[in-house]
């Protein structure tokens, strides 16, 4: 390991000499030349946050994330397999990136300003909303009858969603669960009355039981950011993966995107530039 | 110092959760010791029903993960109608499963007792209640005292695992603050520390209690 | 629950059970050393045992995990994070262990002791025909309650991407929100496990029953 890092120094030191780049170009290699020579991407993500990355019934990583990963490993190798995938929970996430053991992470992962402090963040790949998942059973119909003493909200474990709930609905009572199923069994056993979750994730468990849960129309915040995260300071490996990202959403592979999106959320992704309407 | 900063922007939050898991791991202590001890007197007076009984109950939760039963009591209990608060939900459950553990325990030490006490309390005349109350119990706990003390450890780590139905106990604070930085060393190391500090204080205080009593040995 | 999500669970009821196994060598042989560093007979080999058993005791094993995984170098995250997971499991399963033996040595009736030097025993002697032969008999209940810890700690070892029981079940569950169902099958699977490794101590302790000996110490 230390042998192949002094090597990879030696070397990154002799290119710049080559190419009589200025000194400061002669620091740590970028991963980008780490990841095209070693010819396969080496991926952090979680399992347990569908649709975005999740297992299968065989047991399988699949989700939108991590088809989106695919698509990268198609750029840089010209082949979706050469992806190696590290799954760990929510909170194994950030050391894998930090210790470097992984390029790049993905899985549901909102962008915060309070995370960026940590670890590098591309332009968003997805617009995910948070939106309110009630029980039929409760009969609330809008964030007005929500707000009030007798209800009950579930939470996941991040600020946000308290801070959402103070702003929102002050006057209901909240619970705080550190997995979606727990958010999800809180209202089934009448614990809860409504949770708060991303809006792609709502409605994918909605279209799933649909006589047991409902969507408000309203949202709580109508867009926040879920990103590709990676270890600061690599500028060069941050630009190629960023750019990737813009072609995605609104350029040259817009198609390829649409085509993901379409097979996990069954609608057309949002236009690839505003004044171009689908 | 990094985590100088770190404590002294999150202190407050680690210090509640401290606070609930002290609480917690007090609560079902006590009352896992008193129901190890209900289950002793099960299997010393139930006759061989009562034996087979608490073996029974013993082996099941003995090897079975004890998140399981968090989750039945706190989802489930509120569609019977008991919609109990989640501390107490989770505190049951530890104690449900750690009761097994210190009955166990207790065999043990009831074993060491000798016999001759047995006869000895019958000719003057003690019933099987008192017997057990004045004679059984006060020696089976003091001889336990070491072992229960390793329990209670076990238990205090344990109820790191009621984050998982909403309890706000120090590794759900852990969590929180991770989701929120992304610092997982941080947030996890100074929790560490805290149970490091909470498992001193439960082994001082079982280690003065042996030492109290040690006459009797 | 389908049969494919049932399948998975027992192969993940199979990792479990082989980083366990393989956690237990690692841990015996940690605890044995650890041992001998308890009964050194310079003070400071005794204050780092102490030391070092009260450190591994008090922190949780989540933690634990975090911190060898994590400042490993050596290890890679393809390859790493099962050895990892064993050294982890066997870190705390050898301080359990070392406590195990320790109680084993210290409940050995001083008579066999005056009786082997007695005797003229040589330490190796003693060691081997003396202490081991009874350290066994009074530790075994006692180790094999660690054992069946160390299969239940397993769990935690998800952090570090170790795919294991409980890891597999949280993946279904998040995916079918069949909460009480998967965590039901994996339950039965550990408890199936860890009865098997009771069973087996039990069976252990009455094969080494030797007549006249009283298991426990009086």
């Known amino acids: 390991m230390r042998r192949k890092a002094l090597t990879s120094t030696v070397v990154a030191g002799v290119m710049a000499l080559a190419a009589l780049l200025p000194a400061a170009a002669a620091q740590e290699k970028s991963r980008l030349d780490v990841v095209l020579e070693r010819g396969e991407l080496i991926v952090v993500t979680m399992s347990t946050a569908p649709p975005f990355a999740f297992t299968d019934d065989k047991g399988q990583l699949v989700g939108f994330d991590i088809d989106i990963v695919r698509l990268l490993a198609q750029a840089l190798f010209k082949d979706p397999g050469k992806v190696e995938f590290v799954i760990v929970t929510a909170e194994g996430r950030w050391p894998a990136i930090e210790s470097g053991r992984a390029d790049l992470g993905v899985g549901g992962t909102t962008v915060y300003p309070d995370r960026a402090l940590r670890v590098a963040f591309t332009r968003a790949f997805i617009d995910s909303g948070i939106s309110i998942l009630v029980s039929k059973k409760s009969g609330i119909k809008s964030l007005e009858d929500l707000n009030q003493e007798k209800y009950t909200v579930a939470n996941l474990n991040n600020p946000q969603m308290a801070e959402r709930a103070k702003r929102f609905f002050p006057k209901t009572k909240v619970l705080t669960f550190d997995t979606p199923s727990a958010q999800f069994l809180a209202v089934r056993s009448g614990r809860a009355h409504a949770l708060q979750i991303d809006t792609p994730t709502a409605d994918y468990f909605a279209a799933q039981s649909k006589d047991e849960f409902e969507v408000l129309p309203q949202l709580l915040t109508a867009s926040q950011n879920n990103a590709i995260y990676l270890k600061p300071g690599d500028f060069k490996w941050w630009q190629w993966l960023d750019t990737a990202v813009a072609e995605l959403r609104s350029g040259s592979w817009y198609p390829q995107y649409s085509e993901v999106y379409q097979k996990w959320f069954g609608k057309n992704p949002p236009p690839q530039k505003f004044y171009l309407q689908r | ?217 | ?218």
Request: aromatic share 10%.
């Open chain 2, 1 to 217: 110092m990094r985590y100088s900063a770190w404590f002294a922007t999150y202190g407050p939050s680690y210090l509640d959760g401290l606070g609930w898991t002290a609480l917690t791991a007090l609560g079902a202590s006590a009352g896992a010791i008193l129901w190890g001890c209900a289950l002793l007197l099960i299997r010393l007076a139930g006759g061989r029903g009562g034996a087979r009984a608490v073996d029974a109950y013993v082996q099941l939760f003995r090897n079975t993960p004890v998140l399981l039963p968090i989750y039945l009591i706190y989802f489930g209990f509120p569609l019977i109608g008991l919609p109990w608060p989640a501390v107490v939900c989770g505190g049951l459950a530890l104690v449900l499963q750690n009761g097994a553990y210190v009955s166990e325990i207790l065999r043990g030490s009831f074993k060491a007792i000798d016999r001759v006490q047995f006869d000895a309390a019958r000719s003057i005349g003690l019933s099987p209640w008192k017997t057990f109350r004045k004679v059984v119990l006060p020696q089976v706990l003091v001889y336990s005292i070491p072992a229960l003390g390793n329990q209670v450890v076990l238990l205090l780590k344990d109820t790191s695992l009621l984050s998982a139905i909403s309890v706000t106990e120090l590794t759900m604070r852990a969590k929180l603050l991770t989701e929120q930085t992304g610092a997982a060393y941080e947030a996890f190391l100074v929790v560490a520390v805290l149970y490091l500090l909470l498992v001193s204080v439960t082994e001082v205080i079982f280690r003065t209690a042996h030492r109290a009593v040690r006459w009797s040995r």
């Open chain 3, 1 to 218: 629950m389908t049969s494919g999500s049932l399948l998975l669970l027992a192969q993940a009821a199979g990792v479990s059970l082989l980083l366990a196994a393989a956690a237990i060598v690692l841990g015996t042989a940690v605890g044995a050393g650890l041992t001998a560093m308890a009964f050194s007979r310079l003070a400071v080999v005794r204050a780092a045992y102490r030391v070092w058993v009260y450190l591994v005791r008090g922190t949780p094993v989540l933690v634990l995990a975090l911190l060898v995984f994590y400042a490993l170098p050596a290890l890679d995250l393809r390859t790493g994070p099962y050895l990892a997971g064993i050294l982890v499991l066997g870190i705390y399963a050898g301080a359990l262990f070392a406590e195990v033996f320790r109680g084993g040595v210290l409940a050995i009736p001083r008579p066999q002791w005056e009786s082997g030097r007695s005797l003229g025993l040589p330490p190796g002697a003693m060691l081997r025909k003396v202490v081991a032969p009874l350290v066994l008999r009074y530790a075994l209940p006692p180790y094999v309650n660690v054992c069946v810890m160390a299969v239940k700690a397993s769990s935690v070892l998800s952090i570090i991407s170790v795919w294991e029981l409980t890891f597999a079940a949280r993946e279904i569950i998040e995916r079918t929100l069949a909460v009480f169902t998967v965590l039901g099958v994996a339950a039965a699977l550990y408890f199936v496990m860890c009865l098997g490794i009771d069973r087996a101590g039990k069976w252990l302790e009455r094969r080494l029953m030797v007549r006249g000996f009283v298991g426990e110490p009086a």
